[in-house]
């Protein structure tokens, strides 16, 4: 599984930013796509995730909450994982990852695939 990001950038406080995921699965079943971010210093964490059922989780504990300000949107028609991004803050700041988890036809194991990151960065 092969990942391509796009829509980091620069943007001022309350601002709003989109991420784009397109992801290439050759001979992969593509379970779970989401957004996971890591600011300077700090682990890489979970932003959000939606799975193929359409349940979506987002993390509340990445730097404060992001429900309500974040949304994310899978298609798994297309491979395709955007995360909206509203209100932003200073604290939002970090380099960005687009996450699959995947696995092989006729296979059960879970394979991890990432991107190779976008920065965001909050600033005035």
């Known amino acids: 599984v092969q990942l391509v990001e796009s829509g980091g950038g620069l943007v001022q406080p309350g601002g709003s930013l989109t991420l784009s995921c397109a992801a290439t699965?050759?001979?992969?079943?593509?379970?779970?796509m989401g957004w996971y971010r890591q600011a300077p210093g700090n682990q890489r964490e979970l932003v959000a995730s939606?799975?193929?059922?359409?349940?979506?989780?987002?993390?509340?504990s990445v730097q404060g909450s992001v429900q309500g300000r974040f949304i994310i949107s899978a298609d798994y028609a297309k491979n395709t994982v955007n995360l909206h991004m509203n209100n932003l803050k200073p604290e939002d700041t970090g380099v960005y990852y687009c996450?699959?988890?995947?696995?092989?036809?006729?296979?059960?194991?879970?394979?991890?695939?990432w991107g190779q990151g976008t920065q965001v960065t909050v600033s005035s």
């Open positions: 699965r050759t001979g992969f079943i593509i379970d779970v």
């Open positions: 939606s799975g193929t059922a359409g349940d979506m989780k987002y993390s509340d």
């Open positions: 996450n699959v988890v995947a696995r092989r036809y006729g296979r059960s194991r879970l394979q991890y695939f």
